[in-house]
């Protein structure tokens, strides 16, 4: 059994932002986890078919790495700039521990 953890946000982006752009911004917020954290180990986000509702997961070999995450990204522009394109809904930021793998 492994102890990876997942963490889970579900969130909207403002209506004017384009999924390019989105895209964009999600790759350099990605590469700032890669550099800033060990214990990054990947990372998925998937849209929503029907509405503007984005889920965006992250998986951690551990939760010190996500939280060392918690307090060290937040800090980089490349999480800022991702920041700036989402409504403030105040989603959940949620911390699953993966108990299967395939």
């Given at each position: 059994?492994?102890?990876?953890?997942?963490?889970?946000?579900?969130?909207?982006?403002?209506?004017?932002?384009?999924?390019e752009k989105i895209l964009?911004?999600?790759?350099?917020?990605?590469?700032?986890?890669?550099?800033?954290?060990?214990?990054?180990?990947?990372?998925?986000?998937?849209?929503?078919?029907?509405?503007?509702?984005?889920?965006?997961?992250?998986?951690?070999?551990?939760?010190?790495?996500?939280?060392?995450?918690?307090?060290?990204?937040?800090?980089?522009?490349?999480?800022?700039?991702?920041?700036?394109?989402?409504?403030?809904?105040?989603?959940?930021?949620?911390?699953?521990?993966?108990?299967?793998?395939?």
């Amino acid at each position: 059994m492994n102890n990876n953890i997942i963490e889970m946000l579900t969130f909207k982006i403002k209506k004017e932002v384009t999924e390019e752009k989105i895209l964009k911004l999600s790759k350099a917020f990605e590469e700032a986890l890669k550099r800033e954290v060990n214990g990054f180990i990947k990372r998925s986000l998937s849209k929503d078919c029907i509405g503007n509702k984005w889920i965006e997961l992250i998986w951690w070999d551990s939760m010190e790495s996500a939280s060392i995450a918690l307090d060290k990204i937040p800090k980089t522009c490349e999480f800022k700039e991702y920041c700036s394109i989402l409504e403030d809904d105040e989603s959940p930021l949620i911390y699953l521990k993966e108990v299967t793998s395939v």
